[in-house]
């Protein structure tokens, strides 16, 4: 349910609502914790939601490509902020404004304001999904 979500994100709360119904039956299936609400449920078994992992994943790949693990021909190309005085940390990204719904949720435009909302990351990519988990793990998002 998680294979190519940088390319395949859904935006309309129907599918996000569908998605998460799969996981939900699927957490049903456990036979101790059948009895438990959704959000219980999650935080026995540890899971997070499909959302959170869509968004951590998209996280993710952003940090690989901002600090050069791709190749440069193939990924998309985002535009760092040059202001030196902007809050936030150094791989912070240029928003542009969309004009039409069709560009508003690719990859590109949809993960900007997330992107720089988080704190200053640092150089390896296990190290940044460690420190983004311990981020985001007092959030709501991660069993809502």
């Not at 609502?17 to 039956?25: A, F, S, Y």
């Not at 994943?57 to 190309?77: A, C, Q, R």
Request: proline share 2%.
């Amino acid at each position: 349910m998680e294979y190519a979500n940088s390319v395949w994100n859904p935006h309309r709360q129907s599918l996000i609502k569908d998605l998460e119904n799969v996981q939900m039956r699927a957490t049903k299936l456990v036979l101790s914790v059948k009895h438990l609400t959704y959000k219980e449920r999650l935080v026995q078994l540890k899971l997070p939601t499909l959302k959170y992992r869509r968004l951590r994943g998209d996280m993710i790949e952003v940090f690989k490509i901002l600090t050069g693990k791709y190749n440069t021909n193939v990924t998309s190309s985002f535009e760092k902020h040059q202001d030196c005085k902007t809050r936030g940390h150094s791989l912070k990204l240029v928003n542009f404004r969309c004009h039409y719904d069709l560009r508003k949720y690719f990859f590109c435009t949809r993960i900007i304001n997330t992107w720089n909302s988080l704190p200053e990351s640092v150089s390896t990519t296990d190290f940044f999904k460690n420190k983004l988990d311990k981020f985001w793990s007092n959030q709501d998002l991660l069993y809502k």
